[in-house]
């Protein structure tokens, strides 16, 4: 089965950078979009940002100019760059992506634990 495992979330300094990693890892055949999403206490999971298998990137309007997502299909491994950290972006930060296990023929949406970042003023 596959799964999405994300690292590098803790605590900075506002104004300072931080950079999440997710890596999907076992019976992986291929993978479509990924994503990042952030859950701040008592909110909703919202979309941070997204990137296709070609590359493709969108971000939501509060991170726009700030945070960078990239992508290396050769590690099945996802990264988000945060420069320019601000106290309300501290969350609990999610990994995403849409995942073909090998032997079948559709695509299923899974989800990371999870990495906390935390943004001091």
């Known amino acids: 089965q596959a799964r999405l495992v994300e690292s590098g979330g803790g605590l900075v300094q506002a104004g300072g950078s931080l950079r999440l990693s997710c890596a999907a890892s076992?019976?992986?055949?291929?993978?479509?979009?990924m994503g990042w999403y952030r859950q701040a206490p008592g909110k909703q999971r919202d979309l941070v940002a997204a990137?296709?298998?070609?590359?493709?990137?969108n971000y939501a309007d509060s991170v726009k100019g700030r945070f960078t997502m990239s992508r290396d299909n050769a590690k099945n491994t996802v990264y988000l760059q945060m420069n320019g950290l601000k106290p309300e972006d501290t969350a609990v930060y999610f990994c995403?992506?849409?995942?073909?296990?090998?032997?079948?023929?559709?695509?299923?949406?899974?989800w990371g634990q999870g990495t906390q970042v935390t943004v001091s003023s």
């Open positions: 995403n992506a849409k995942i073909r296990e090998r032997g079948r023929g559709y695509f299923l949406t899974y």
């Open positions: 076992g019976n992986i055949g291929s993978i479509d979009d």
């Open positions: 990137i296709t298998s070609g590359g493709s990137t």
